[in-house]
């Protein structure tokens, strides 16, 4: 069965950096579907960030993201990015991939990888 391994996440001061990775075990590709990154912060409902589509042509974003984040994919090394910057307290979450992305954006997938915490200080 495919997987999902999101990774890159850690500690940060607020204002700082941090760029997620997000690849696919098990054997499948991704290449042709449209990625997501998603989040999740303690007692909060899971929410959606970005999307991206297979040619990296069409992006989304959320508003509360918008113009600090930025999502990209390398399709030859099966890996969505999420480059994070101005990082705010309240951008604390475990982090995640998925897909396909519908438009518009839903949460409701059946399988969700680890996830990666991201903290970030104040």
């Known amino acids: 069965q495919a997987q999902l391994l999101e990774s890159g996440g850690g500690l940060v001061q607020a204002g700082g950096s941090l760029n997620l990775s997000c690849v696919p075990s098990?054997?499948?590709?991704?290449?042709?579907?449209?990625m997501g990154w998603f989040r999740q912060a303690p007692g909060k409902e899971r929410e959606f960030l970005a999307a991206i589509n297979w040619s990296g042509r069409d992006i989304s974003y959320a508003a509360s993201v918008k113009g600090r984040f930025t999502i990209s994919r390398d399709n030859a090394k099966n890996t969505v990015y999420l480059q994070m910057n101005s990082l705010k307290p309240e951008d604390t979450a475990v982090y995640y991939c998925?897909?396909?992305?519908?438009?518009?954006?839903?949460?409701?997938?059946?399988?969700w990888g680890p996830g990666t915490q991201v903290t970030v200080s104040s």
């Open positions: 998925n897909g396909p992305v519908p438009y518009p954006p839903t949460t409701k997938y059946d399988y």
């Open positions: 098990g054997g499948t590709f991704f290449s042709s579907y449209t």
